[in-house]
């Protein structure tokens, strides 16, 4: 059995007001009757939210969603794409973004790398020889 805090949203005018810091320890108390995990997506852009949750004492874990778009269309204006250890991976655009300029540049750049073909294997040499020269 797992158990997941599946939405929580305080209007913006309403943070910092401990609102969503009290629903939470009311749901952590209710599921420590049962279970000792609890357990929440957060979008990876939304950078609010996930300094709300660390702030509470979650961690970021290994869960990668994945998504079949059955009717296909073009969409590849509305994802950015990241890598992790080599694989690429879609996060969807949200026009509540709260990138650096560096972090928009570095998305910007990906996009870029892959329209023009490269490959997981060329991002991770670039990488690794980039790190590599920095380390020394």
């Known amino acids: 059995m797992s158990f997941w805090i599946e939405e929580l949203y305080v209007k913006p005018e ?3 007001m401990g609102i ?3 629903f939470v320890e009311r749901a952590e108390k209710e ?3 049962h279970d000792t995990y609890l357990y929440l997506f957060v979008l990876p852009q939304d950078k609010d939210a996930i300094a709300f949750w660390k702030k509470m004492g979650y961690d970021v ?3 990668i969603e994945l998504v079949k778009d059955l009717e296909p269309t073009p969409r590849d204006e509305g994802f950015h794409t990241v890598e992790f250890l080599g694989e690429k991976f879609r996060i969807f655009r949200w026009k509540y973004e709260k990138l650096t300029e560096e972090e928009k540049e570095f998305l910007d750049l990906l996009d870029e790398f892959y329209k ?3 490959t997981k294997e060329e991002f991770l040499r670039i990488v690794n020889k980039a790190l590599k020269e920095w380390l020394k």
């Open 20 to 22: 969503g810091r009290a």
């Open 116 to 118: 023009r073909g490269g």
């Open 31 to 33: 599921i420590l009757k």
């Open 14 to 16: 309403f943070r910092g």
């Open 61 to 63: 874990i290994n869960t």
